[in-house]
């Protein structure tokens, strides 16, 4: 049975376990006239959950486990002549007899290839019968289990409210987990990358050019891949610099507007047309940034005598910066609709106006939200990549200039990593010491906001 299926089967049963339990709560208190500890409907939830988590549980192991299972154990079918080659892949191998087992076939594929097919697929099917055979005991089980204890001194809300709370450890458990292994894979490719360059090369460089990695592996001249960082970290924070520029004081002030000055129906109408900004693919921006605005800045450039490139960091920091409007003001208006009307009231019971109100209570106390949505803003800058590659273009030029054309770190992980890889190439691995440069910083920028929040939440709490 497909696991779908049987997912779905999980909580049809759970629910009638509800029913059930809930049912059987009810009769206790009404048909014996006896006190229950908790509501009828939390023995139904302690019923369908002691059902479905170990029925669910059961099911996401298999659904990741055997294939890990099935892809060790079919190596035994490999010819060792097969293994031992140079050219031996066995990711091409499991990929092969894996189209034997979904039916696809591209010419005639070696015998023992057909045979380890058909053994995977015997696998498979015992695999599907057995997780089904399962699935169903455990729900029905566990079920069981859960509605025998239905009792006048059983506390059900308590323990739901354990499974609850241990549903939701565990979810904070799996962000961490995920979070520490998306680290440590990036750090251990950027090891290898750094066992061919050395770092000081990679962080102090002036010069991005991968592009001769293959010419000089295949050792056909013509140039010397250089991988110095420092122009694609100066192109980030140049074009980050312009967008929040244009992001942070309209973000700002247009949430200062929106909280503390517009009324309820202008506020009703401009919040949510800012907000559609928000909704528009960065595609679109990026078309308006190379079709709209590069052209317009490259023409009123030329009026005044300014040589400004075709692509420019200044276009693609406008157009990014209106991108981000909408976070800093929805996130700003948030935080300022948030303080207490009672710091404004002493404010003006001690004689300030509006104004005075707004800069000198409403926005200090207001400022770690306002912190924390200019950080989201610069995120959203720092990690912008459709932008850049249509409006500032790809070349890395060590350059200050906001009118050259520029380009970002994101940007060149993006043209490094597209089409078929070979990693074991300093070009491809040198995605991974940029993107764990980028962490460092990003955790740096987070480090930082976190200390203003943190010193100015303790002055007004």
Same mark, same amino acid.
């Given at each position: ?55 669910? !549980? ?36 499991? !990929? ?42 455990? =729900? ?237 803003? =610069? ?83």
């Amino acid at each position: 049975m497909p696991l779908l299926y049987l997912a779905i089967i999980v909580l049809v049963i759970g629910a009638a376990w509800f029913y059930l339990g809930r049912r059987a709560a009810l009769l206790l208190r009404t048909r014996e006239a006896t006190k229950l500890h908790s509501l009828p409907h939390y023995y139904g939830f302690f019923v369908a959950l002691t059902a479905m988590l170990p029925a669910y !549980a059961l099911l996401f192991v298999m659904a990741i486990g055997d294939d890990l299972v099935f892809s060790n154990l079919i190596i035994d079918y490999v010819p060792l002549d097969v293994q031992q080659a140079e050219d031996f892949n066995k990711i091409i191998v499991l !990929a092969q007899i894996q189209n034997v087992v979904d039916g696809i076939q591209f010419g005639t594929p070696p015998e023992w290839v057909t045979a380890a097919g058909e053994a995977w697929t015997k696998w498979a099917d015992f695999s599907q019968m057995l997780t089904s055979i399962l699935v169903l005991a455990l =729900v029905l089980g566990g079920g069981l289990v859960g509605y025998l204890k239905i009792n006048p001194s059983f506390r059900s809300r308590n323990a739901v409210e354990r499974i609850i709370m241990g549903l939701l450890a565990t979810s904070s458990v799996i962000a961490i987990l995920t979070t520490i292994g998306i680290v440590f894979s990036v750090v251990f490719e950027s090891m290898r990358f750094f066992a061919l360059v050395p770092i000081q090369d990679f962080l102090f460089g002036t010069v991005w050019n991968p592009q001769f990695e293959g010419a000089e592996r295949a050792g056909s001249g013509g140039g010397t891949a250089l991988y110095g960082s420092v122009p694609l970290f100066v192109g980030t924070f140049l074009i980050s610099l312009v967008a929040l520029s244009v992001a942070v004081p309209v973000g700002l002030f247009s949430a200062i507007y929106l909280s503390e000055y517009a009324t309820s129906r202008e506020r009703a109408i401009i919040k949510p047309l800012m907000e559609i900004l928000a909704g528009v693919p960065t595609v679109v921006y990026g078309f308006f940034a190379a079709l709209t605005v590069a052209p317009l800045l490259r023409t009123g450039g030329s009026l005044i005598g300014l040589d400004v490139a075709s692509e420019s960091a200044l276009a693609a920091g406008l157009v990014m910066g209106i991108m981000i409007i909408p976070f800093v003001s929805s996130l700003s208006d948030d935080v300022i609709n948030a303080v207490p009307q009672a710091l404004r009231d002493a404010a003006y019971g001690l004689g300030s106006t509006k104004n005075e109100a707004v800069r000198n209570v409403v926005l200090p106390a207001a400022l770690p939200g306002v912190v924390a949505s200019v950080l989201l803003a =610069v995120s959203r800058a720092v990690g912008e990549t459709m932008i850049v590659v249509m409006a500032a273009g790809l070349a890395a030029n060590l350059s200050f200039n906001p009118l050259d054309a520029v380009t970002t770190v994101t940007s060149q992980i993006v043209t490094i990593l597209v089409g078929d890889q070979e990693f074991e190439s300093a070009k491809t691995l040198s995605a991974f010491a940029l993107a764990l440069t980028l962490i460092v910083i990003t955790l740096g920028l987070n480090f930082f906001a976190l200390q203003i929040v943190k010193k100015y939440r303790e002055q007004y709490e």
